[in-house]
């Protein structure tokens, strides 16, 4: 079935820019889905369809995607983006969602 | 305004039988598809299931033949039977809509736990 490989963790300071990859096989070709979560809360989208942001989610939530590797960018981090994020796609060889493993972004 | 509310979760001993039901307000079930969705504590998210709006059905490896995901439209109501409960199907289970088959789970419920153990 199909993988999604995230980075266990991610780190940046207050008010730099943190990238968050998700790599698979092609997943260019693939829509792309991003959610925050945090601790002890449901998570939330904040992107998807690669790039298209939610009504609420703030500019600095963007995304991309291309070849093996989609990659979500938080611009001008700050403490309260410090959460889990997880991509997901849809595997149309077996009506799967597919999940990655999930970032821990650590604000410093 | 768009509502999921999970309930049903608790402690159940190994081998045993849970129903989680998902009460939806705001959109309809049954013209959208809807996901289950499990975290395992300290661990990530793992989708259980899926029921389209013209009520195919999809599952998890994991849980496949154990679990089985319907809805009443009359309720607006979805639900996860869960069967022959083991210690690695504790979680936090989620409901979520799925915007269409290749699309985005844009409304998420609260989760409720299940809990396998003796």
């Known amino acids: 079935s199909y993988v999604l490989t995230q980075p266990p963790s991610v780190s940046v300071a207050p008010g730099k820019t943190a990238r968050i990859t998700c790599g698979g096989n092609?997943?260019?070709?693939?829509?792309v889905h991003w959610y925050q979560q945090r601790p002890g809360q449901a998570p939330i989208l904040v992107i998807y369809?690669?790039?298209a942001r939610p009504s609420g989610i703030p500019e600095r939530f963007s995304g991309s995607n291309s070849g093996d590797t989609a990659t979500l960018t938080i611009s001008r981090v700050e403490a309260g983006d410090e959460a889990d994020y997880y991509c997901?796609?849809?595997?149309?060889?077996?009506?799967?969602?597919?999940f990655g493993g999930g970032t821990k972004l650590t604000v410093l | 305004e768009v509502q999921l509310v999970e309930s049903g979760g608790g402690l159940v001993q190994p081998g045993g039988s849970l129903r989680l039901s998902c009460a939806v307000s705001?959109?309809?079930?049954?013209?959208?598809?809807m996901s289950w969705v499990r975290q395992a504590p300290g661990k990530g998210l793992e989708w259980v299931s899926v029921i389209y709006s013209g009520g195919s059905t999809y599952y998890a490896d994991s849980v496949k033949d154990r679990f089985t995901i319907s809805r009443d439209n009359s309720k607006n109501t979805l639900y996860l039977q869960m069967n022959s409960l083991t210690a690695e199907d504790t979680a936090v289970y989620y409901c979520?809509?799925?915007?269409?088959?290749?699309?985005?789970?844009?409304?998420w419920g609260q989760g409720t736990l299940v809990t396998v153990s003796s």
């Open positions: 979520a809509r799925q915007y269409q088959r290749n699309g985005q789970l844009d409304y």
């Open positions: 705001g959109f309809s079930v049954s013209g959208n598809y």
């Open positions: 369809y690669d790039s």
């Open positions: 092609n997943v260019g070709n693939e829509g």
């Open positions: 997901q796609v849809w595997d149309s060889s077996s009506d799967h969602v597919i």
